[in-house]
């Protein structure tokens, strides 16, 4: 997962033109192993790109879709902005392990690098 941060004041930018967005890798957190993983909700003004994203990197894993003979099923929820992903250990052996690291990126619009 890749976390986006804002430096200092220069965090937007309006009119016509072009301008420079800059970006600084800052480091990473320690990976995370998850077990037995039952759903995951995830909440997200840009729900529905999740749900695009997760069906395509859980097939992509060799998981099949579906609800009634699939190993995971992705549900949206228009009214909360959330997808929610089940997984299913009759189809598969036992529930998924998930393996999350974090890195975390610095960004800012315009010119010069404000520290």
């Given at each position: 997962m890749i976390n986006?941060?804002?430096?200092?004041?220069?965090?937007?930018?309006?009119?016509?033109g072009t301008t420079a967005i800059q970006t600084e890798y800052s480091g990473s957190q320690i990976e995370q192993i998850i077990e037995d993983v039952r759903s995951i909700e995830i909440i997200s003004k840009y729900f529905y790109s999740w749900y695009m994203?997760?069906?395509w990197?859980?097939?992509?894993?060799?998981?099949?879709?579906?609800?009634?003979?699939?190993?995971?099923?992705?549900?949206?929820?228009?009214?909360?902005?959330?997808?929610?992903?089940?997984?299913?250990?009759?189809?598969?052996?036992?529930y998924p392990t998930i393996n999350l690291?974090?890195?975390?990126?610095?960004?800012?619009?315009?010119?010069?690098w404000i520290d």
């Open positions: 986006i941060s804002g430096v200092g004041g220069k965090l937007s930018g309006s009119g016509y994203f997760m069906n990197t859980l097939e992509n894993q060799g998981l099949v879709p579906g609800a009634l003979s699939g190993d995971f099923y992705v549900i949206p929820d228009y009214d909360n902005s959330s997808i929610t992903i089940d997984f299913f250990s009759s189809n598969i052996e036992g690291s974090i890195i975390e990126i610095l960004a800012q619009i315009g010119p010069g």
